[in-house]
C-alpha cells in the first residue's frame, strides 16, 4: 500500500472515529441500481467517463431534441409559420434517428467522434504543462 493510501485510510478512519458517517442520506439502504448495468463490462469505464463529461450519444441527443421540439409544438399556434418549421425540424430529427438505429457504433458518428477526440486533446495538451 502506498503511502497516500494508507493516509487517505487514516483520514477516513479519523472521521468514522468522529461519527461523520453516521447520519449520512441512504444509511443502511441498498445502493441505487447501476444505470450502466446493461453495458457489458469491459465498456462501463468509457461510458461512465463519456457521460461524467457531459457527452451523450448522438440517439440520446435526438431524443431529447424530439421531446423539445414536441413540447415547442404544444405551445405553438397551430398552421403558423413556426409550428410548421417546428414540424419539419420535428420529421428531419425522427429520420435521423431511424437511420441511427440501423447499426451504426457510438464513435462512428463523426461528429460524436471529433468532439470526443477534440475534447481528449485539449486535456491532454494542458495535461503536458
Do not use: C
Not at 461523520?20 to 446493461?38: C, S, T, V
Amino acid at each position: 500500500m502506498s503511502l497516500l493510501e494508507r493516509l487517505a485510510d487514516a483520514h477516513i478512519e479519523a472521521a468514522a472515529e468522529r461519527g461523520e458517517f453516521d447520519n449520512l442520506p441512504g444509511a443502511g439502504k441498498p445502493l441505487p441500481p447501476d444505470d450502466a448495468q446493461h453495458v457489458p463490462a469491459e465498456l462501463r469505464a468509457g461510458y461512465r467517463l463519456l457521460k461524467n463529461a457531459g457527452f451523450v450519444p448522438p440517439e440520446i441527443q435526438t431524443r431529447r431534441d424530439i421531446r423539445d421540439i414536441e413540447d415547442l409544438l404544444t405551445a405553438a399556434q397551430p398552421r403558423s409559420a413556426e409550428s410548421e418549421r417546428l414540424t419539419r425540424r420535428l420529421r428531419w430529427l425522427e429520420t435521423r434517428l431511424r437511420a441511427s438505429r440501423q447499426g451504426r457504433a457510438l464513435l462512428r458518428n463523426s461528429e460524436y467522434g471529433q468532439a470526443i477526440r477534440g475534447r481528449l486533446a485539449a486535456r491532454n495538451i494542458g495535461d503536458d504543462s
